[in-house]
């Protein structure tokens, strides 16, 4: 894998595990990790004030900045689950490898009560999030991993073997 390019971009629903599953990804493969909105946030503030303040194409437009910046970095890299909307976004991961982390609506539950995602405002609003977007998710990855049931470490120990056995080929 060349330096200059992600290791694996992790896309796909909020609450899959983007987060938590690409920092045991990158500790297993002893590569940095980025978090695409952990930036954000560390530059501009919380995400849902950005929301409030800015509206989300002012994030979109945020989003896309750290994404393009991320995305020419040798890491594990952790998107939002929103970012692959963006078509230049699109465009680049077309020849980056990717993985999509998918949840089943039942197991997301538990996952977003209490949530503060600004548009994750309950399971219902949820799923037609996820609906209009699985078509991009599926096009745009190379493999899809469910986390609905399977504990956090099999789950990277997997990811992890798939993506040796692919880049060794
Ligand atoms: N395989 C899993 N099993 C149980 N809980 C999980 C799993 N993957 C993620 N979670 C939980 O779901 C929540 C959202 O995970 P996160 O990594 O922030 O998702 P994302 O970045 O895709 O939105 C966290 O509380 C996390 O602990
Ligand atoms: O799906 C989305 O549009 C969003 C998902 C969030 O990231 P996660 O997918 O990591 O939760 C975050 O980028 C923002 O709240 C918007
Ligand atoms: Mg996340």
């Known amino acids: 894998m060349p330096d200059d390019l992600p290791v694996v971009v992790l896309i796909g629903a909020p609450g899959a595990g983007k987060t938590r599953l690409g920092k045991r990804i990158a500790r ?3 590569v940095p ?3 695409t909105d952990k930036r954000i946030v ?3 503030g919380p ?8 509206g989300e194409p002012r994030f979109r437009q945020i989003e896309r900045e ?3 910046r991320a995305l020419g970095e040798h890491a594990v890299v952790a998107l939002g689950g929103g970012a692959v ?3 230049d976004t699109q465009r680049d991961l077309a020849d980056r490898l990717v993985v999509q982390l998918s949840v089943s609506a039942e197991a997301v539950a538990k996952r977003i009560s209490g949530d503060r995602r600004p548009l994750v405002t309950g399971v219902d609003a949820w ?4 609906a209009t977007r699985r078509p991009v998710y599926d096009r745009l990855a190379d493999r899809t991993f469910d986390t609905s049931s399977l504990p ?8 992890v073997s798939w993506i040796q056995e692919t880049t060794n080929d």
């Open 28 to 30: 297993l493969l002893d």
């Open 33 to 35: 990790f980025i978090d």
């Open 42 to 44: 560390a530059e501009h």
């Open 47 to 54: 995400i849902a004030q950005i929301f409030e303040e800015h």
């Open 66 to 68: 750290h994404v393009a």
């Open 85 to 87: 909307l963006d078509e």
């Open 127 to 130: 799923s037609a999030l996820v």
């Open 152 to 159: 956090l470490d099999r789950i990277a120990a997997d990811v």
